[in-house]
């Protein structure tokens, strides 16, 4: 029953029609002026405009304050209805009691959380540190390169035929930071594919200018991407030549270069999937601390709420509509009976791929729930600190700090001169 109540309070429910106080007014009832008193007290919110007013009409919604100088004055409005009261009425004072209660509700500060938003952003955070801890692999595995580079030592290098070489498919090892001799000979075939692809497109371009139907600009692009291919292959010839006759310094050199560029995009990938942990861990408390309007500032964004709760149930559709349609994938076995009466079973060879489509549907649900769980509570702080707090004072409190600092900065340049 005292939840029910609450939930009339969040949603402007009144028991009865505001109008009727209006109606209540009579020329010549002892009365008068105390309904008349009521009935302002029930306009004092912003939500009523003046028309409304004077036509006597205003739903139960907007009746609640928005203020708190709007529930000071529905209070001032209900003192001086009651003071104006000639001939007890039962029905005057039951509308007192509620309005009296929504003063009181509206006063209080109450708690807006939503739970399923908090659970989304928890699974966040820990999906978020799984990631983190990979990407720590990521980290040691590049720190792990540039010990191999360091431990490197002269081994003879196998000097390739560019030409032969740029003809043939090319090997990529897994860790080209093995050994000098893996990294030089996996250089050279590197610059053979940049080789034969720049002769690629110097060929192409040369057929395209040579082509009397293509117009000037096709053709003078042509001629600007030729020079490019050109200088492109030149560049390749020389690092060939200059990798066939490195010295072991040299290779440690450019190897570091690369690898310490590797680790240091490693170290940045994991800094900030872990700022982004530290912030959505942080946010959940302020979330919390964001979502205790008082009951005047609920009505602030009643109308908001609805469409956030639209984007909240679309999103909870969407990811149980992948979730269920990744329990609903079965696997198919193929059954045999054999004469002996025995059975066997085994997969129809679709098994594989039906057991990664379950894995990657349930993934994409819970990242969905996740993303909207986020945006929500992101959104809901921002304003939740905007609306339900008052930040006069510490503004004013921060002006007056910059202030003092200013001139006591001032003062010291003075005394400096």
């Given at each position: 029953?005292?939840?029910?109540?609450?939930?009339?309070?969040?949603?402007?429910?009144?028991?009865?029609?505001?109008?009727?106080?209006?109606?209540?007014?009579?020329?010549?009832?002892?009365?008068?002026?105390?309904?008349?008193?009521?009935?302002?007290?029930?306009?004092?919110?912003?939500?009523?405009?003046d028309?409304?007013?004077?036509?006597?009409?205003?739903?139960?919604?907007?009746?609640?304050?928005?203020?708190?100088?709007?529930?000071?004055?529905?209070e001032?409005?209900?003192?001086?209805?009651?003071?104006?009261?000639?001939e007890?009425?039962?029905?005057?004072?039951?509308?007192?009691?509620?309005?009296r209660?929504?003063?009181e509700?509206?006063?209080?500060?109450?708690?807006?959380?939503?739970?399923?938003?908090?659970?989304?952003?928890?699974?966040?955070?820990?999906?978020?540190?799984?990631?983190?801890?990979?990407?720590?692999?990521?980290?040691?595995?590049?720190?792990?390169?540039?010990?191999?580079?360091?431990?490197?030592?002269?081994?003879?290098?196998?000097?390739?035929?560019?030409?032969s070489?740029?003809?043939?498919?090319?090997?990529?090892?897994?860790?080209?930071?093995?050994?000098?001799?893996?990294?030089?000979?996996?250089?050279?075939?590197?610059?053979?594919?940049?080789?034969?692809?720049?002769?690629?497109?110097?060929e192409?371009?040369?057929?395209?200018?040579?082509?009397?139907?293509?117009?000037?600009?096709?053709?003078?692009?042509?001629?600007?991407?030729?020079?490019?291919?050109?200088?492109?292959?030149?560049?390749?010839?020389?690092?060939?030549?200059?990798?066939?006759?490195?010295?072991?310094?040299?290779?440690?050199?450019?190897?570091?270069?690369?690898a310490?560029?590797?680790?240091?995009?490693?170290?940045?990938?994991?800094?900030?999937?872990?700022?982004?942990?530290?912030?959505?861990?942080?946010?959940i408390?302020?979330?919390?601390?964001?979502?205790?309007?008082?009951?005047?500032?609920?009505?602030?964004?009643?109308?908001?709420?609805?469409?956030?709760?639209?984007?909240?149930?679309?999103?909870?559709?969407?990811?149980?509509?992948?979730?269920?349609?990744?329990?609903?994938?079965?696997?198919?076995?193929?059954?045999?009976?054999?004469?002996?009466?025995?059975?066997?079973?085994?997969?129809?060879?679709?098994?594989?791929?039906?057991?990664a489509?379950?894995?990657?549907?349930?993934?994409?649900?819970?990242?969905?729930?996740?993303?909207?769980?986020?945006?929500?509570?992101?959104?809901?702080?921002?304003?939740?600190?905007?609306?339900?707090?008052?930040?006069?004072?510490?503004?004013?409190?921060?002006?007056?700090?910059?202030?003092?600092?200013?001139?006591?900065?001032?003062?010291?340049?003075?005394?400096?001169?």
């Open positions: 029953m005292k939840e029910e109540k609450k939930q009339q309070k969040e949603e402007g429910y009144l028991s009865f029609d505001p109008e009727e106080l209006k109606n209540a007014t009579q020329e010549g009832d002892p009365n008068d002026e105390a309904y008349e008193l009521l009935w302002e007290a029930t306009c004092v919110s912003s939500h009523i405009n028309a409304d007013k004077a036509a006597g009409h205003t739903e139960d919604e907007n009746v609640y304050p928005t203020t708190a100088a709007e529930v000071d004055a529905m001032t409005l209900v003192n001086q209805a009651e003071a104006a009261l000639k007890p009425n039962a029905e005057f004072s039951e509308r007192v009691k509620e309005l209660n929504i003063i509700w509206s006063r209080k500060r109450h708690w807006k959380l939503n739970w399923r938003v908090i659970l989304g952003v928890v699974i966040t955070v820990i999906i978020l540190a799984i990631i983190v801890d990979g990407k720590e692999g990521d980290v040691l595995k590049s720190q792990k390169k540039i010990d191999q580079i360091e431990k490197w030592e002269m081994a003879e290098i196998a000097k390739f035929n560019l030409d070489l740029s003809q043939t498919n090319f090997y990529f090892p897994d860790d080209k930071f093995v050994s000098a001799k893996v990294w030089n000979e996996q250089e050279q075939r590197l610059t053979a594919w940049e080789y034969r692809t720049a002769t690629a497109e110097i192409y371009n040369k057929n395209t200018i040579a082509d009397k139907t293509i117009d000037r600009e096709t053709r003078k692009e042509a001629k600007k991407n030729l020079k490019k291919a050109e200088k492109k292959q030149e560049a390749c010839l020389e690092k060939f030549a200059e990798l066939q006759d490195m010295s072991l310094k040299k290779m440690k050199k450019l190897a570091l270069v690369e310490e560029a590797n680790l240091d995009e490693a170290k940045s990938a994991k800094t900030v999937v872990w700022l982004w942990n530290i912030f959505f861990l942080l946010l408390p302020v979330y919390i601390f964001a979502a205790r309007p008082y009951g005047y500032t609920i009505s602030r964004y009643r109308r908001e709420a609805d469409n956030l709760g639209k984007i909240e149930k679309i999103g909870l559709w969407l990811s149980g509509g992948l979730m269920a349609a990744g329990a609903g994938i079965g696997f198919v076995d193929i059954v045999t009976k054999w004469s002996d009466g025995s059975v066997t079973r085994e997969d129809d060879g679709t098994g594989a791929a039906r057991l489509l379950k894995v990657f549907l349930f993934v994409a649900a819970v990242l969905v729930f996740c993303a909207v769980s986020c945006l929500l509570m992101l959104y809901a702080t921002i304003t939740g600190l905007i609306r339900n707090y008052d930040w006069s004072e510490v503004k004013k409190k921060a002006v007056i700090a910059g202030e003092t600092a200013k001139a006591k900065y001032d003062e010291m340049r003075s005394e400096q001169k």
